[in-house]
Each structure stands twice: as structure tokens, then as C-alpha cells.
């Protein structure tokens, strides 16, 4: 035991490139150098020896004690260390990354993410947009999320939050969580450190398929209808970037375009337009061609600009059929 940890010492000391396969090499020659000299001089072979294995002895002791503080520092291991880092896409971009615990978040287009995981907890905060949780399994320290002012506390599982402007939607994928909301500036303030939070306790609880959403207007936390699958794999296209919008209002299909590219205004001044129903799976970036689908099924005309800021603007509109009146009537 003692070998293989001066081993990692000096591999850990020289960018290891000192291996214990080579330090074993270093040990086995002194014999070899003792049997050159011990037909001449034995007392000469002895002494080299002896002073050999003093010089080897004192650098196994100081290599070993350089690793342990280098192993302590290196892995986090130090009492009340903790291990922080956040994740963020831009607008438009999604992407899948590890946390510490090999726990995997999904970040949506615009989303920042951070968190902070210690010896007790397991901490993370969506400060904006949307992302999703496929916790590991295995790990006694409690998973929690924030987003905004709910608290999602993990029972194995898989989930989805989304931070809106004024309210938080959680989604269960799979499993069970536990929900709490509104949570107060203080308890998120703690939580932020590392903090163990307890108050999930008696909060609600929530399964696969089910969703909560808390409306920061009124502080009131809503439990949703339940989903079908079909509602499930519509709302989590975007894993894949595409927007499905199969059952959509006009409105709600330009207003899930505008999450993924750089709209600034809307405009569809026939309130009778803004409800009519559209349909099919795009890229997130195709937001052009779902204009020009309309053209073509819906007979709507649409005009884009864009302005000094490299927003657009858009506005769709019924199309005008022409007509010529025949000359004499």
C-alpha cells in the first residue's frame, strides 16, 4: 500500500510522467550497483547503500505527504469546499451537459443554469428559461432545483421546469418530486450557499405526467391536468430543436418561434386570426417557412422587417384577393 501511494505521489509531483512501474525500477537497481562495487570495496557498497535507501525513504515521505494535500485540494475534499459551476445556452442554442454527481441537464434555448454541490447537498438554480433533470441514482444527498420562487425536490426522477415571465411551470417526466412555492428571498439566499432546504417536507407531491405551475402574480401554486404522452413528447421537441405545434393557436405557434429567434413584435391586428389553429413540426430555426406554410393553407400574408437592433418585426395579415371590374359596370 505504501508503494503504490509513493508512486501516485510522484506521479502526481512530476505531471506523471514518473510512474510506479518506473520508481519500482529505481528501487530494484540499488542491489545491482552494490554488487559492481562488492567485489572491491564492501564497506564503500554498504555505506552507498545505506545512504541510498535514506535518500529514497525521505522523498517517499515528502512525495507522499505533496500527494495527499494535492489529492485533498484536487478532488474537493476539503472540509466545506464546495464544487459550483453554471451552464447557458443562447438564443436558440440547446444543449445537454454532466453535473458533478453525472446527474444530466438539458438547457433550452437562453437558459442559465448554476449550481452548488457539497458533502450534504445537491443544489442547482435555473435562473432563466427552461431546462430538464435526469437525476443519478445512488446518492444519498438530496437533489433540489429553484427556479424562481419554487423549490423542485427530486424522489428519483426526471423533470422539466420552465421560468417564464411570471410564472414557473414544473413538468414530471418520470418519477416523483415534491413542489414548493412561493419560496422567500432568505430560504433562496441559503440555498444558494449549499444549504440543505427541509421544507419540502409537507410540500405536494407530484407524478409522472403531471405538472405544477406557480403564478407569481397571485403566489398561488396550481396543480395542472394531467398530460397525455403525446402532450409529453410535444412539449419536450425541443431536446431535439423542434417546435411542434400541432393544436396551436396562430398566436401561441409565433409566440414559441419568438423563444428561438430574434423577434421583437408581433402583429396580427384580426383578433379572429389570432386564435385560428395551425399545425406541424419545425425547426426551431425554420421560423420563414412556417410563415410561408401559411400562404399556402391559410391564405395569410405576412411581412417581416428587421430593425436597426437585428430584431424583426412581423405582421400577418389576411391576403387581399383582387378583382377587376369588367368595363361598362
Known amino acids: 500500500m505504501q508503494s503504490r501511494l509513493i508512486a501516485r505521489a510522484y506521479s502526481a509531483l512530476h505531471s506523471r510522467a514518473i510512474s510506479r512501474k ?22 564503500l557498497t554498504a555505506r552507498r547503500t545505506g545512504y541510498l535507501k535514506v535518500i529514497i525513504g525521505a522523498t517517499a515521505v515528502a512525495a507522499a505527504v505533496a500527494y495527499l494535500l494535492i489529492f485533498a485540494f484536487d478532488s474537493g475534499a476539503v472540509e466545506g469546499k464546495p464544487s459550483t459551476g453554471s451552464f447557458a445556452t443562447r438564443l436558440g442554442e440547446h444543449r445537454c451537459e ?27 438554480e435555473l435562473v432563466s428559461g427552461e431546462a430538464s433533470f435526469a437525476v ?9 432545483v429553484v427556479g424562481g ?8 426522477t426526471s423533470f422539466n421546469i420552465y421560468k417564464k415571465d411570471h410564472s414557473t411551470t414544473v413538468t414530471v417526466i418520470s418519477g416523483h418530486v415534491k413542489v414548493v412555492a412561493p419560496m422567500n428571498t432568505t430560504l433562496i439566499n441559503r440555498f444558494r450557499e449549499g444549504a ?22 397571485n403566489g398561488m401554486l396550481y396543480a395542472r391536468r394531467d398530460l397525455a404522452k403525446a ?25 414559441e418561434f419568438s423563444r428561438y429567434q430574434p423577434v421583437g413584435k408581433v402583429s396580427i391586428p384580426e383578433r379572429t386570426l389570432r386564435d385560428i389553429r ?3 413540426i419545425f425547426q426551431v430555426a425554420n421560423l420563414l417557412d412556417f410563415l410561408d406554410s401559411l400562404e399556402h393553407t391559410r391564405q395569410l400574408h405576412h411581412v417581416v422587417s428587421k430593425g436597426a437592433d437585428g430584431y424583426m418585426a412581423i405582421t400577418v395579415t389576411r391576403q387581399q384577393v383582387a378583382t377587376t371590374r369588367s368595363a361598362g359596370k
Open 196 to 217: 440543505a432546504e427541509t421544507a419540502w417536507v409537507r410540500a405536494p407531491d407530484f407524478y409522472q405526467l403531471q405538472q405544477a405551475e406557480f403564478d407569481e402574480s
Open 278 to 280: 395551425v399545425g406541424g
Open 22 to 43: 518506473l520508481l519500482h525500477e529505481i528501487c530494484r537497481a540499488t542491489p545491482a550497483d552494490s554488487d559492481m562495487d562488492s567485489n572491491n570495496n564492501t564497506e
Open 98 to 124: 454532466k453535473l458533478p454527481d453525472a446527474s444530466q441537464v438539458c438547457l433550452n434555448t437562453n437558459t442559465l443554469v448554476r449550481y452548488t454541490f457539497n458533502r450534504h447537498t445537491r443544489n442547482v
Open 136 to 144: 443519478q441514482n445512488g446518492d444519498s444527498r438530496p437533489f433540489d
Open 149 to 156: 420562487n419554487v423549490l423542485v425536490h427530486d424522489l428519483s
Open 231 to 255: 402532450d409529453l413528447s410535444q412539449l419536450m421537441a425541443w431536446q431535439e430543436g423542434l417546435i411542434d405545434l400541432n393544436g396551436k393557436t396562430l398566436r401561441e405557434a409565433l409566440a
